[in-house]
């Protein structure tokens, strides 16, 4: 997938189908209308693209130094390829894009640059303080084709990335899963740790996330990891240690089953499959050690593996 960081000076060359919004996520919501936009694009014959934000809006209107998101920059370039997007198009979110008029911009980025079909959500807005609705891109008609994608629900909630932050936040892993239709990732280098787990039979390999994503509950899931291309089952600790000596700092540290290779600085990708259990203090390492071992056996027969 090619990107494309485009400012006013830059043109494209052909007309394109365009999926407009932020899409963090890329919930089923979003998928649909990037589904909707690619099918366009190849029945006209035509280049499919996503056209989106940077930095996050978030990030420049309340002023962040940085915002946690469910599919960063390089998770959704990964996640869009897949998707079968053929370009992703960056609009640099700056002082005079959240102050340009609506009309501007679709003057200016919509018209000005060729796009012959714009696919959005229901609920999208852009323009200055978001005074620009689908209704407006409507009214261009005879400049571009429109569709727009109905709202999104699962038992009756709408499907956004609040509500899965949200559940993100609740451990609810389920309620994630469903919405994003897929389990939600994390990506990252695993760097050395304190090495407690070696000590006591369940050596972990220590994240470093590569990017500002969303951190899920603290606590222990069962989690699906790959690392070279190679899938593996585990358990994944995120919290504070406070067994052994509490930890200001947030870790991620995975118990990789059936794995004894030396996998630091190598990438590494965690699926969360299930929310097993909170992060807590034991009285003692032998307490703790117990525990450990009743999460593995439960993560085993979870993935349906044969006991060892």
Partial sequence: MEVIHLNLSK?????????????????????????????????????????????????????????????????????????????????????????????????????????????????????????GEVELLGGYSDRFSL??????????????????????????????????????????????????????????ANLQLSEDYVIPKKGVYAVEVEIEGQRYVGMCNIGHNPTFNFNDQVSIETYILDFSEDIYGKEMTLDFCEYLREEKRFGSIAELMKQLEADHQYVRSYFKLNLN
Avoid: C, W
Wanted: positive net charge; glycine residues 8%; aromatic residues 10%.
């Fill in 147 to 204: 569709n727009v994608t109905p709202k999104y629900e699962l038992e009756q909630e709408k499907i956004g990335a609040t509500e899965i932050k949200r559940y993100l936040a609740d451990g609810n892993i389920k309620k994630v899963t469903q919405m994003l239709g897929r389990p939600y990732r994390i990506h990252g280098m695993v760097v050395s740790g304190q090495q407690r787990g070696r000590q006591i039979g369940f050596p972990t």
């Fill in 11 to 131: 043109k494209l060359d052909q007309p394109i189908a365009v999926a407009l919004g932020y899409f963090d996520g890329l919930h089923l919501g979003h998928q649909a209308v990037i589904k909707e936009v690619v099918d366009y694009a190849k029945a006209h014959q035509m280049r499919s693209a996503v056209m989106t934000f940077s930095p996050s809006p978030n990030i420049f209107l309340k002023k962040l130094d940085s915002d946690r998101l469910l599919t960063p920059y390089q998770e959704k370039v990964s996640r869009l390829t897949e998707l079968g997007v053929d370009e992703l198009i960056i609009l640099p979110f700056n002082e005079a894009l959240a102050n340009m008029r609506a009309i501007d911009f679709i003057e200016r980025y919509l018209i000005q640059y060729g796009v012959a079909h714009v696919s959005t959500g229901f609920d999208f807005r852009f323009g200055r303080m978001g005074e």
